[in-house]
């Protein structure tokens, strides 16, 4: 990717895709916060990815992704009436971890499938980082002994626990290929049709 030095049609892009992915959080993400939907912030997660994704094959300007984060936490907030903390982390988190990925791969389905793995499996670890980042690593200390204590309470083995856990995970591993690639099948659909549209002017 090169520097960020974006050009009017690049700016442009941005806008488009911060709008839309502000849509997404701001009134999916209410809808869904109405409705009590479990695993909404996972929902909104995957259509981030996939919005991610598409912008990068379109404007593929490194910085960009994180623009696109920065204007859309900044209307998160606005639509929240002030500053929404975990909210805000997760949105530029999720553009960090794609830029780093694109930085360090080629713009293709491999890397839109990775980034998508990446991004889903951050957001089922964001809570989990955030706690460490706050109370510091002996905090999986504690959430080995709540599991302990909760399987002697519910009775049942506390390998079903752990069981349940490396079962969520593979859900969201299997969440961000699909998210990858379903970005990628819709980009190039969405580029050859504006190349033939361009071609017939």
């Known amino acids: 990717?090169?520097?960020?030095?974006?050009?009017?049609?690049?700016?442009?892009?941005?806008?488009?895709?911060?709008?839309?992915?502000?849509?997404?959080?701001?009134?999916?993400?209410?809808?869904?916060?109405?409705?009590?939907?479990?695993?909404?912030?996972?929902?909104?997660t995957f259509f981030a990815a996939i919005i991610l994704n598409i912008a990068n094959k379109f404007i593929r300007k490194r910085g960009a992704l994180l623009l696109m984060a920065i204007v859309t936490s900044s209307l998160k907030a606005l639509s929240a009436g002030g500053f929404v903390i975990t909210p805000i982390i997760a949105i530029l988190m999720e553009a960090i971890i794609a830029e780093f990925i694109f930085i360090l791969m080629k713009t293709n389905l491999f890397s839109s499938i990775i980034a998508g793995i990446s991004?889903?499996?951050?957001?089922?670890?964001?809570?989990?980082?955030?706690?460490?980042?706050?109370?510091?690593?002996?905090?999986?200390?504690?959430?080995?002994?709540i599991a302990q204590e909760l399987s002697g309470i519910l009775g049942i083995n506390i390998?079903?626990?752990?069981?349940?856990?490396?079962?969520?995970?593979?859900l969201y591993l299997i969440a961000g290929i699909f998210a990858g690639f379903l970005a990628d099948r819709i980009f190039q659909k969405t580029f050859a049709k504006l190349e033939f549209m361009s071609k017939n002017e």
């Open 119 to 145: 991004i889903m499996l951050y957001t089922l670890a964001h809570g989990l980082i955030a706690q460490i980042f706050i109370f510091g690593i002996d905090i999986i200390s504690v959430y080995n002994f």
């Open 1 to 44: 990717m090169k520097n960020l030095k974006l050009n009017k049609e690049e700016l442009v892009l941005i806008a488009i895709f911060s709008a839309i992915w502000a849509a997404v959080e701001i009134l999916i993400g209410n809808y869904l916060h109405l409705l009590k939907i479990p695993f909404r912030g996972t929902l909104l």
């Open 159 to 170: 390998a079903n626990i752990y069981y349940f856990l490396s079962f969520l995970i593979i």
